[in-house]
């Protein structure tokens, strides 16, 4: 099993491009999530999504979109890409909530912008 | 709304030696706890969690956590350290919607030889 597959593993922006980072689970995990990492702040909740069709916004959401179509995929979007969304990227999933399970991690997308 | 906290940046230890990380946390009702560790350039790994039971829950890698009600902590243990146990752990509470994790800042264990 792949598990949480995230692509790109890097990426090098330039000011007011934008991107998507692409997560697919393979464990058909209702909850899906992304944080970004960053030193010295730990990881804060960027948008989350209960079930295919819904997102919630977390912590840190501004400058950043999501879609989860499928239930397997969820999108996050950076429509003009700014220095300060350098970061590491992790999408998480989880079957039904972090209740007994805890998180699914994928192995991060490194962001930088320029 | 509910947080952890994690006083220390990094611990250092010697092999062989005990080895504990510390979490306090804040959270309304019963609190659902939880360790990761983070090796480098890799996601979070699952080590353990509390949510009801004994106040002294095992996990993977030798790792143990003690659940103190009353200090309001969840400080991460283990017996004896090894080198390869040097990683970034974090840990973190359930938010009251059941829905996400609020992680702490990380605190960094370097287990010397």
């Known amino acids: 099993n792949a598990g949480v597959t995230q692509t790109p593993k890097f990426r090098v922006l330039k000011t007011g491009q934008s991107m998507t980072l692409l997560c697919a689970q393979d464990?058909?995990?209702?909850?899906m999530y992304w944080y970004r990492q960053d030193p010295g702040m730990g990881l804060r909740l960027i948008h989350y999504?209960?079930?295919?069709?819904?997102?919630a916004k977390g912590e840190v959401p501004d400058g950043y979109n999501v879609s989860r179509l499928k239930k397997q995929n969820f999108l996050l979007g950076l429509e003009s890409a700014a220095p300060s969304q350098t970061s590491v990227y992790f999408c998480?999933?989880?079957?039904?909530?972090?209740?007994?399970?805890?998180?699914?991690f994928g192995s991060g997308t490194r962001l930088t912008v320029v | 709304a509910q947080s952890v906290a994690q006083p220390e940046d990094q611990v250092n230890v010697a092999e062989g030696n005990p080895l504990t990380v510390k979490c306090t946390y804040s959270?309304?009702?019963?609190?659902?706890l939880f360790w990761y560790v983070q090796y480098p350039n890799r996601g979070l790994q699952f080590l353990l969690k509390?949510?009801?039971?004994?106040?002294l829950v095992k996990g993977s890698y030798g790792f143990e956590a003690e659940f103190n009600k009353s200090q309001t902590s969840f400080h991460l243990k283990k017996p004896s350290a090894l080198v390869s146990d040097s990683a970034l752990y974090f840990c973190?509470?359930?938010?009251?919607?059941?829905?996400?994790?609020?992680f702490g800042k990380g605190t960094m264990l370097l287990v010397s030889p």
């Open positions: 998480a999933s989880s079957p039904t909530g972090p209740g007994g399970y805890g998180y699914t």
């Open positions: 464990m058909n995990h209702e909850y």
């Open positions: 999504s209960v079930g295919e069709g819904t997102t």
């Open positions: 959270v309304s009702g019963n609190p659902y």
């Open positions: 509390y949510i009801t039971g004994d106040n």
């Open positions: 973190a509470v359930r938010d009251m919607g059941y829905s996400t994790l609020t």
